[in-house]
Structures are given as structure tokens and as C-alpha cells.
């Protein structure tokens, strides 16, 4: 039995850079195609439905648990359902993966979101010339890993970090990694403000500082 048991879910982004794919080619939709192990002939392939809240899912009573499926399972996640059609060399697929409390439905998207749509990250030292790093100083910002959930930064011999996080939409536990970290144990500041030791944890690996 689920019940009282955190909801699991995965989280699919229709972006060709998140996820590579082909339309479907069962059904011409604009979807990347999934193979399930279906018990029912009719479900070719998912999504059976274009609506958002479909759910392919078999009601069932308590005293029914346990004894007839209620769900189906991925067998398959494909760029095409044509086997010879390959993807092109280097692609790599994001997708979010957890489990929430609950089935707030918007809460969960609030938690997507934040992974898909990272803050913007300025810390001082950005070039007019190369808006992606810095001309000179002590800290680059490298960018937002989507495959670790973390914004990652860079030192040259500073032992201290400051930057500015402007939010594009809701940010949710956000991740921070410090290459080249050598300042020990970190005082973590939002706004000014010392954190609680509670409200932020902290490790270091060698030289490589993660604060989430």
C-alpha cells in the first residue's frame, strides 16, 4: 500500500534542449514517445491523452489493493519508436525525479519550475565583453548545472563570496557549488542576514564547497 507514503513523481520538460526527441510517430503529436508494458491494447503509447491531468490508472477499492493493477510502468524512453533512427552523438536527457508529500499539484509544478528556470546570478565581477564569465577578479560564475540542481561558482584565491540572486520565478532549495573553495567552515548571509545553522547545510569535499 502508497497510502500515507510520499508521491512519486518525474518531471518532463517539452524542450528539445532539456529532452531530446522526435514527434510521436503513433500518433504525430508533438511529444517525446514512451513505450509502457500495457495490459490494454488500446494504450499504444503515452501520453494516450493530450490533456494534462490524464492519468492512465485503474481505480480500486481497499479490499481491492494488491490483487489487480492500478498503474502501468515505463518499459521504454525514446528519442524515436523507430528503432534505426538514433539520435545525434553527444545528446543528453534531463528529467526531474522526486517524491512530495501530499498531491498538491501546484506546489509540485512551483518545485519543477524552480529546477527549470534558474534565478539570475550576478556577482560583481561580470565583463562587458564576455557576458558569460569575467575579465578579471576572484569569482566566476559558471552557470546552472540542470543535472545537479546547482548554481556553480568559482574562486581564485578568495576566501570570502558574495553575489546577488534575482529570481525569475519561485526559487526552492536552491543548490550552490564552490569550486576552489579554501575559506574552512563557512558563514552563510542572505540578505545581510546570518543564517541559523538550521536553515542551511554545508559540506566540503577536498575543495569543493556545496550549500544547500
Known amino acids: 500500500s502508497l497510502k500515507d507514503r ?62 489487480m493493477p492500478t498503474h502501468t510502468s515505463f518499459l ?3 528519442y524515436t519508436s523507430i528503432p534505426a533512427d538514433v539520435p545525434p552523438k553527444g545528446c543528453s536527457w534531463l528529467f526531474l525525479i522526486g517524491a512530495c508529500e501530499g498531491s498538491d499539484d501546484e506546489r509540485l509544478l512551483d518545485h519543477v519550475r524552480s529546477w527549470s528556470t534558474p534565478a539570475k546570478v550576478e556577482t560583481g565581477y561580470e565583463s562587458r565583453r564576455l557576458s558569460w564569465g569575467c575579465s578579471h577578479g576572484p569569482v566566476l560564475y559558471e552557470g546552472y548545472r540542470y543535472s545537479e540542481r546547482a548554481y556553480v561558482l568559482r574562486l581564485a584565491g578568495a576566501e570570502r563570496l558574495t553575489f546577488r540572486l534575482t529570481p525569475i520565478v519561485k526559487v526552492i532549495n536552491p543548490v550552490f557549488r564552490v569550486e576552489n573553495w579554501k575559506g574552512g567552515k563557512p558563514k552563510i548571509h542572505v540578505d545581510g542576514r546570518r543564517t541559523e545553522e538550521d536553515l542551511a547545510r554545508w559540506q566540503v569535499d577536498e575543495e569543493v564547497l556545496t550549500v544547500w
Not at 522526435?22 to 491494447?41: E, I, M, R, S, V
Not at 501520453?47 to 479490499?63: G, R
Open 6 to 67: 510520499p508521491s512519486p513523481f518525474v518531471a518532463f520538460i517539452k524542450d528539445q534542449r532539456f529532452f531530446p526527441y522526435k514527434p510521436c510517430t503513433a500518433c504525430g503529436g508533438d511529444h517525446p514517445f514512451f513505450g509502457l508494458f500495457q495490459g490494454n491494447a488500446v494504450w499504444k503509447h503515452w501520453p494516450a491523452n493530450p490533456m494534462e491531468d490524464f492519468v492512465l490508472a485503474v481505480d480500486a477499492d481497499e479490499d481491492e489493493w494488491g490483487e
Open 76 to 78: 521504454d524512453c525514446n
